[in-house]
């Protein structure tokens, strides 16, 4: 792994005085790290990340951190908006359709625990793009090892208990029960105005990040709840809520 610095223009100062406290990750969905390069360092794309990547899990930086990169567009997390003014973006040298390499993995493993320390930047706000724009985005994709990654307390992974999957089926077919349990986890259910997200945008994201097998399978209709993705669903809802709500120790 080496990192080098690969300065791109397109970045404004982080609006209020924000600080970053969430790490948004992105797939690049290019041909080759070079072409990615080249977009997110022309002035003429409007966009850029932090940092990128490639397969070989070297780094490159494009923007300081203490800089906003335009990479979020519009975007909510845990109910505020302007995310590329609270983040860090890093983009992945990856195209969707194939799996991300064991270097580029161990490389954004070291890059999310070094700055998840340096910023404060708990768990539950390491996301990916389509958690803050289900309606639009769908990377980093059904590929991207959220599972592998969650055992170094790099985003949170799901563990249903019996109370979570306690009548998840009748929830699972009412959509105003699942909206709330949307906007407990984190997901902007009423945000973005007019065009906020559709309930089945919403399942989808989720299912991409929690449940990559709703679109392997052969019989798979990815965008309709189960009663299992009830029982994932309320499980992050539980481990994302804020520490401030939870009854001390
Ligand atoms: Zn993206």
């Keep these: 792994m080496r990192c080098y610095d690969r300065p791109s223009p397109n970045f404004d100062d982080r609006k209020d005085g924000a600080k970053p406290e969430l790490i948004v990750l992105h797939y690049t969905s290019m041909d080759s790290t070079e072409a990615a390069l080249e977009k997110l360092t022309d002035p003429a794309s409007k966009v850029s990340c932090h940092y990128l990547i490639d ?6 930086q494009l923007v300081d951190e203490d800089k906003r990169a335009w990479h979020a567009g519009v975007s909510s997390w845990m ?11 890093i983009e992945i040298s ?4 194939q799996p991300y390499t064991k ?10 625990k070094d700055l998840m320390f340096r910023h404060k930047i708990p768990t539950e706000n390491v996301v990916g793009h389509s958690d803050v724009a289900p309606d639009r985005k769908q990377d980093p994709g059904a590929h991207f090892p959220w599972q592998k990654l969650s055992r170094h307390d790099i985003g949170r992974w799901p563990e249903p208990t019996a109370a979570d999957q306690f009548n998840a089926a009748a929830v699972a077919r009412s959509p105003k029960k699942l909206k709330e349990l ?11 105005g007019k065009n906020k997200p559709k309930l089945k945008e919403l399942v989808t994201a989720f299912q991409r990040r929690y449940e990559p097998e709703a ?4 019989d798979a209709k990815p965008g309709k709840a189960t009663a299992g993705t009830v029982a994932k669903l309320r499980a992050v809802a539980r481990l994302n809520r804020p520490k401030k709500d939870q009854p001390e120790a």
């Design 79 to 89: 109910g505020k908006d302007d995310v590329n003014s609270r983040s860090i973006g």
């Design 55 to 60: 397969e070989k899990g070297n780094i490159f």
């Design 182 to 192: 949307f906007n407990e986890a984190g997901y902007g259910v009423n945000a973005f």
């Design 103 to 112: 270097e580029q993995i161990f490389s954004l493993a070291l890059l999310c």
């Design 215 to 218: 679109f392997s399978k052969p």
């Design 94 to 97: 990856n195209r969707d359709d």
